[in-house]
């Protein structure tokens, strides 16, 4: 992968974990209310996880946003490992947050009240393919294509 | 650890006037007008002489010093939430204070408006070893991140009650921990050791962790108390937004400096053979060279 590539695999995955953590917050702990800051359950280490995750996602997006506004003041954006990037990014904290902290750590829970079955099914299952088609992207060899202001 | 008398609700009804520590408000003011002078005084002295230095810088320094102040303020007006004074006074001194301070750069200040020989000795003192140690990223780390873990997982925060002189010990090492950190990372403090972009999100990362782990730990404590569960929730709300503005100010000020960066870092350019290496390292001071428009 060329320079310009490397940079748009990085801001996607970047911004994709920071998306995933910002839906996660907005959608699920402030308009539904499906989730809480605390839970009264699980582990100690899965609240150092969640802290950790937490922190991790916020200054991801940050971090992952400036990445991209030089890639594209550069026109250095590269779309395919971009969008790769942002898919596997936002799989990839979903499936963890589905797996390990919701199912290994015990944390937390997608929502109470309700059999969880089909949330899990279409929580994971959601994650999962957007961290395959985003690996898919990622690793499959492509013609630098360069989109942007240039 | 779960008697924190923090779960009276309506202790507030009714603005509560400041107590006992009317007092301490007034001479905690004292104090910040004491320490914001020879700012004031130093930067006009520099644009006096025609240097420059910015009226922002002023205005962060003064805001810094009156955290005080409103520090002794907040925990007087919050006396009836225990737990929740303590999170608003670690939010005024232990984070927004340093960041202010951070950004205000009062060493560089001094450094350039001193006479000789104390500037040589503030200079000696921040070359020496031993501020090499305390200035190195894992120190800072562990100073900023063992504050507030003992302050709030053990009974310091009760301890402190009525022990002005732990009060003060623990909030002046919140503080100039809190400086440390902030200077590593957003500050323009000649500090020994500040790594580059990624090492210092990386420090943001560790601090921000175990600050919101510390926030639920907090209310895992005592899950049924109001008011441990408020002092957790502000905890970690003041952190998100603490957290969120620095990592913005480290990644602006990458961007800024984004013309001394090489274009892209080629790992070995293939079917591009006519372009010149322009591998450099980082914060290399290269001249600025003109923008590429459209560099490809």
Request: proline letters at 7%; hydrophobic letters at 50%.
């Amino acid at each position: 992968m060329s320079g310009g590539a490397r940079r748009s695999a990085l801001a996607g995955v970047l911004m994709g974990v920071g998306l995933a953590a910002f839906l996660d917050e907005v959608v699920f702990h402030q308009l539904l209310h499906w989730h809480h800051f605390y839970d009264g359950a699980g582990p100690d280490a899965g609240l150092v996880s969640d802290g950790f995750f937490h922190a991790a996602g916020w200054i991801a997006v940050v971090a992952g946003l400036f990445t991209y506004a030089d890639l594209q003041r550069r026109g250095e954006t590269v779309r395919r490992p971009l969008v790769g990037g942002v898919l596997a990014g936002w799989g990839g904290f979903q499936v963890y947050d589905g797996l390990v902290q919701h199912k290994l750590l015990g944390l937390h829970q997608i929502r109470y009240g309700v059999d969880l079955a089909a949330y899990d099914v279409a929580w994971n299952t959601a994650g999962g393919i957007g961290l395959v088609v985003g690996l898919l992207l990622l690793t499959r060899p492509a013609r630098d294509r360069v989109t942007g202001t240039a | 650890m779960t008697d924190h008398h923090g779960s009276t609700p309506g202790a507030l009804a009714g603005a509560a006037p400041l107590g006992a520590s009317f007092g301490m408000v007034l001479l905690t003011l004292l104090l910040a007008a004491a320490a914001t002078a020879p700012y004031l005084a130093a930067s006009a002295r520099l644009r006096g002489r025609g240097d420059r230095w910015p009226a922002g810088r002023a205005l962060l320094w003064s805001a810094a010093a009156l955290c005080v102040p409103a520090a002794v303020a907040a925990g007087d007006l919050l006396r009836e939430r225990e737990l929740v004074a303590h999170v608003a006074q670690h939010v005024l001194l232990g984070m927004v204070l340093p960041v202010a301070a951070a950004l205000a750069a009062p060493l560089s200040l001094a450094l350039r408006v001193l006479p000789p020989r104390p500037r040589g000795t503030l200079l000696a003192l921040l070359r020496s070893r031993w501020a090499r140690v305390v200035t190195s990223a894992p120190a800072v780390v562990l100073l900023e991140v063992s504050g507030f873990v003992a302050f709030f997982l053990t009974p310091l925060h009760h301890a402190v009650a009525g022990r002005p002189v732990l009060a003060v010990a623990v909030h002046a090492h919140a503080v100039l921990a809190g400086y440390l950190f902030a200077s590593l990372l957003v500050g323009r403090d000649p500090l020994r050791g500040r790594p580059g972009v990624r090492g210092r999100l990386l420090v943001l990362l560790l601090v921000a962790g175990a600050h919101d782990t510390v926030a639920r730990l907090l209310v895992a404590s005592a899950p049924a108390d109001a008011g441990v569960r408020a002092a957790g929730e502000l905890l970690a709300g003041a952190g998100t937004v603490v957290d969120v503005g620095l990592a913005a100010l480290v990644m602006a000020g990458w961007y800024a400096a984004g013309h001394l960066r090489p274009a892209a870092r080629p790992p070995a350019r293939r079917r591009r053979p006519s372009r010149p290496a322009r591998r450099s390292g980082r914060r290399s001071p290269r001249p600025a060279a003109p923008p590429r428009p459209g560099s490809r």
